[in-house]
């Protein structure tokens, strides 16, 4: 069997998620990807939770191990200059360059796509970024909430009568890969036609807009600015989260489920099924638009009666009618879905100090050349030896003189 | 970059995104839809006096060309199925069981081409205990982790007002098509590629999904604490009304983020405060980086870090998200505007990268996203012509696709459309 990307090399100079959620999938997919780490300047996400067992520490976060699995990891001083010189020889290895510092930074080094890709025309490069890498905006600090903010999503969750909550976590770090990866294949793909590369600039502020593309375009056909309505929907009524039952295996943790009725004939199944065939009947419920003057009475139904009930039992029922409901996953349900295991989505990797880790599968099944993670995220330099003298031809003597000057660090 | 491949587009609101990413970046991508047309076309927002699509269409259709069809009469569906044995890859999110029953299931197209791509998006996945679940966006979101997490105080767990779920779905649809397109350049062989937008939000949970099997669950990420200070610089550990602050025109996103790592940036702000006679000593010289410890050595009462907000709200009245905007650029600080749509339209730095493609909506111009990423040294990805109207490219896909109009097709789209 040939991996899709077999033979592919990657050269992995980017950081927190956005950018090494890139490199993670085409390592589950065949590519040999080489992450380069400041040793002493410590990855974001190395001290992000979750943990193993908990602890904060640089080698337990499985948000780290999750964008890195599969990737070969080396430790290198950016700012020295034969930390740089690595680099340039890493590059020279490379069919592909991800990257993710400040715009304007690996100029700065001398290893900027102009420069590099001078006797490397076949280099493709992809750079990401808060806002891209040109624009008024580009030398913008890019802390996470900076990209939802400036998108549209930070004003487009929250309860109508309260402030603005934001989405969850850095939103435009789960956007920005997609549109990247995507981008990047098809750049393979010319490449592999034409022998040409080329550089590719993702601003994560412009994906996070482009999920929102009917929204701004409605703002531009007529004025429309799209507003924060807590879970409800444009269409249709119901659609909520409700609260349910508590859970013996979850104390202390309030329990909800997500339920919708997508039509009108499954609002009536809906309202069956929760034992209000009274509802179910009434005429001026039998449309949404008649439901949305009613939400207040038809939700406090819905919750009264998922309330009696554990979220698991809630979804059964309903889905057996053919309603569309679903509990809300916690990260300990995750680990018990039917369907997600079914697929296998969660995998447990070897790890050398905590055993085993789990990180996810990928994204895409592919019948006949699947891909998966082939092993954990590296430790700090855990590949120095093997990138410096398998990859790079180094010898022992010029890898003992980068040891001692520092530039592994 | 991708003008060599023949794209047919067989989704609705589930998967339409995807064949719009594949006609960006050069594709040749045609939608089929029912002689109804597709649900898309009547997925929000749709705009008062726009009868006939929404926006949702407008833009996730864009570059694309479109026919229809009766899937009712076999003639039709066999056209269908000619099509597909000229396609590189067929993307569908209709549901399993209609692709089944006219035969353009994954496993009927590849008998007859084995160099197929078949691409299907789904709610749990093609198959397994929930793969015929009744699904929506809000039920999706709450099976694939990020949901249950996200909540406002004490009430329930919120999901983003703007559909979502499934656009990460037929993104990485898009990513998968791709795979297997590059695989089959070694192979010679296609396959068929199973996406689960259950399965896609996993990394939209910044690794929580992955807490429990690694023994982390940490009681913090459900209520925030109350008893110690953030120090992570994002303010994920602080109340959201202590993030949220008014100015003249709208809302900041800021948080007074203190400690070493972040508490420099909370420095600047007050260097800002400082050079408009904004705050008055000894808050005006604090130095946030050490604030945490000053608190627990008992030097700072919690009640003197009211007077250092109450600074920064006077402050903020006086001043637009856009000054706000420059001025965290200018001075370095973790401090943002929060965007609405009217602002993002009237943003200088999308206008400057040339991020806009402007399309044709009924009779409007309308300006939609048009730059997936920006690439240099290759034809890079853009919108190429706006959405179809219903079957509105019929007999030119025939042609172009199978040499010739055959006659059974349902070209008589004037009397089907209405």
Redesign the interface.
């Known amino acids: 069997m040939?991996?899709?990307?077999?033979g592919l090399k990657v050269l992995d100079l980017s950081w927190v998620?956005a950018g090494p959620?890139i490199g993670r999938?085409l390592a589950d997919?065949g590519a040999e990807v080489v992450r380069v780490e400041s040793g002493t300047r410590v990855e974001t996400a190395r001290l992000?939770?979750?943990?193993?067992?908990?602890v904060q520490d640089k080698e337990g976060?499985?948000?780290f191990?999750?964008c890195n699995a599969g990737k070969l990891g080396v430790t290198l001083d950016l700012k020295s200059s034969s930390g740089q010189q690595v680099v340039r020889d890493l590059v020279a290895w490379a069919d592909v360059v991800v990257e993710s510092f400040s715009p304007g930074q690996l100029r700065k080094w001398g290893l900027d796509y102009a420069t590099l890709?001078a006797d490397r025309p076949d280099l493709i490069m992809l750079s990401t970024s808060i806002?891209?890498?040109?624009?008024?905006?580009?030398?913008?600090?890019g802390?996470?909430?900076?990209g939802s903010?400036?998108?549209?999503?930070?004003?487009?969750?929250?309860?109508e009568d309260?402030?603005?909550?934001?989405?969850?976590?850095?939103?435009t770090?789960?956007?920005g890969?997609?549109?990247?990866?995507?981008?990047l294949?098809?750049?393979?793909?010319?490449r592999?036609?034409t022998g040409?590369?080329?550089?590719?600039?993702?601003?994560q502020?412009?994906?996070g807009?482009?999920?929102?593309?009917?929204?701004?375009?409605?703002?531009?056909?007529?004025?429309?600015?799209?507003?924060?309505?807590?879970?409800h929907?444009?269409?249709?009524v119901p659609?909520?989260?409700?609260?349910s039952a508590a859970e013996e295996a979850r104390p202390?943790?309030?329990r909800?489920?997500?339920v919708?009725a997508?039509t009108d004939d499954?609002w009536s199944l809906l309202a069956t099924t929760i034992g209000r065939a009274d509802l179910a009947s009434r005429p001026d419920l039998a449309t949404a638009a008649g439901r949305r003057d009613a939400e207040v009475e038809i939700d406090d139904a819905i919750g009264a009666w998922t309330s009696a009930r554990t979220a698991d039992e809630a979804e059964q029922a309903l889905?057996a009618a053919?309603?569309?409901?679903?509990?809300?996953?916690?990260?300990?349900?995750?680990?018990e879905?039917?369907?997600?295991a079914?697929?296998g989505?969660?995998v447990e990797l070897p790890h050398p100090l905590?055993g085993t880790?789990?990180?996810?599968?990928p994204?895409?099944?592919?019948?006949?050349?699947p891909?998966g993670p082939r092993r954990a995220a590296p430790t700090l330099g855990q590949d120095n030896e093997v990138v410096l003298r398998d990859l790079l031809g180094y010898d022992d003597a010029r890898i003992a003189a980068l040891h001692d000057e520092g530039a592994l660090r | 970059?991708?003008e060599?491949l023949r794209v047919l587009d067989l989704t609705d609101e589930r998967g339409l995104l995807c064949g719009r990413?594949?006609a960006d970046?050069?594709a040749d991508v045609v939608q089929v839809e029912p002689f109804a047309g597709s649900s898309a076309r009547s997925?929000?927002?749709?705009?008062?006096?726009?009868a006939v699509s929404?926006?949702?269409w407008?833009?996730?259709a864009a570059g694309k060309r479109g026919i229809a069809v009766d899937l009712d009469d076999e003639a039709d569906v066999a056209v269908v199925r000619r099509l597909a044995a000229r396609a590189d890859v067929v993307v569908t999110s209709w549901p399993r069981d209609l692709v089944e029953a006219v035969g353009l299931d994954p496993v009927s197209l590849r008998a007859e081409r084995p160099e197929l791509v078949y691409v299907a998006v789904s709610a749990?996945?093609w198959?397994?205990?929930?793969?015929r679940?009744?699904?929506?966006d809000?039920?999706?979101?709450?099976?694939?982790?990020?949901?249950?997490?996200?909540r406002?105080g004490d009430?329930?767990?919120?999901?983003?007002?703007?559909?979502?779920a499934y656009?990460?779905a037929a993104?990485?649809?898009?990513?998968?098509a791709?795979?297997?397109?590059?695989?089959r350049?070694?192979?010679g062989?296609?396959?068929?590629?199973?996406?689960?937008a259950?399965?896609?939000l996993?990394?939209?949970?910044?690794?929580?999904?992955?807490?429990?099997?690694?023994?982390?669950?940490?009681?913090e990420?459900?209520q925030a604490p109350v008893k110690r200070t953030d120090q992570s610089?994002?303010?994920?550990a602080t109340p959201?009304?202590l993030k949220?602050w008014y100015c003249r025109d709208g809302?900041i996103?800021l948080h007074l983020s203190m400690g070493p790592a972040a508490g420099t940036?909370t420095n600047n702000l007050f260097g800002w405060l400082r050079d408009e006679g904004a705050v008055e000593e000894p808050v005006a010289s604090w130095d946030w980086r050490t604030v945490p410890d000053r608190i627990v050595a008992g030097e700072l009462e919690e009640s003197e870090l009211d007077v250092a907000r109450a600074a920064v709200r006077a402050f903020l009245l006086t001043k637009t998200k856009a000054e706000v905007?420059d001025a965290?650029?200018e001075r370095?600080?973790?401090c943002?505007?929060?965007?609405?749509?009217?602002?993002?339209?009237a943003s200088?730095?999308?206008e400057?990268?040339g991020?806009w493609a402007e399309v044709d909506?009924a009779g409007?111009t309308?300006?939609?996203?048009g730059?997936?990423?920006?690439?240099?040294?290759?034809d890079?990805?853009r919108v190429r012509r706006r959405a179809p109207r219903l079957g509105e490219h019929q007999e030119e896909v025939l042609r172009d696709w199978l040499g010739h109009a055959p006659a059974a097709a349902a070209v008589d789209l004037e009397g089907a459309a209405r």
């Not at chain 1, 807009?209 to 807590?230: C, I, K, M, W």
């Not at chain 2, 997925?43 to 726009?50: C, I, K, Q, R, T």
């Not at chain 2, 943002?336 to 339209?345: C, E, G, K, P, V």
């Open positions: 040939t991996a899709a990307l077999a998620v959620l999938a997919f992000m939770q979750p943990f193993h067992g908990g976060s499985v948000l191990g999750n890709s806002a891209g890498q040109d624009g008024p905006w580009s030398t913008l600090a802390f996470g909430n900076v903010s400036l998108s549209g999503f930070q004003n487009l969750v929250g309860w309260a402030l603005p909550m934001g989405p969850f976590g850095p939103y770090d789960y956007v890969p997609r549109l990247a990866l995507v981008t294949l098809a750049a393979l793909e010319n592999r036609r040409t590369g080329c550089y590719i600039d993702v601003a502020v412009e994906a807009v482009f999920f929102l593309s009917p929204q701004v375009a409605q703002h531009s056909y007529d004025g429309t600015v799209a507003e924060r309505r807590g879970n929907d444009a269409v249709m659609h909520g989260v409700y609260p202390g943790r309030d909800f489920v997500a919708v997508r499954e889905q053919g309603v569309a409901a679903h509990k809300a996953v916690s990260t300990a349900d995750y680990v879905d039917a369907q997600l079914a697929r989505h969660l905590h880790t789990t990180v996810e599968g994204r895409y099944r592919l019948s006949a050349t891909g | 970059m991708l060599h990413l594949l970046l050069g997925a929000p927002p749709v705009a008062d006096g726009l929404s926006l949702f407008e833009t996730f749990f996945g198959e397994g205990p929930k793969a679940y009744a699904d929506s809000l039920v999706v979101w709450a099976a694939g982790g990020p949901l249950e997490p996200h406002d009430r329930a767990p919120l999901r983003i007002s703007a559909p979502q656009l990460h993104a990485d649809a898009a990513t998968g791709m795979l297997a397109v590059l695989a350049s070694a192979t062989a296609g396959q068929v590629v199973d996406v689960s259950q399965a896609s996993g990394v939209a949970t910044l690794g929580r999904v992955l807490a429990h099997a690694v023994g982390d669950d940490h009681p990420w459900h610089g994002s303010g994920a959201n009304s949220k809302m996103e940036f905007l965290a650029i370095r600080l973790l943002m505007s929060i965007f609405d749509m009217s602002d993002l339209a200088p730095h999308l400057a990268r991020f909506v409007v309308t300006r939609i996203p730059r997936i990423a920006h690439v240099t040294g290759a890079g990805p």
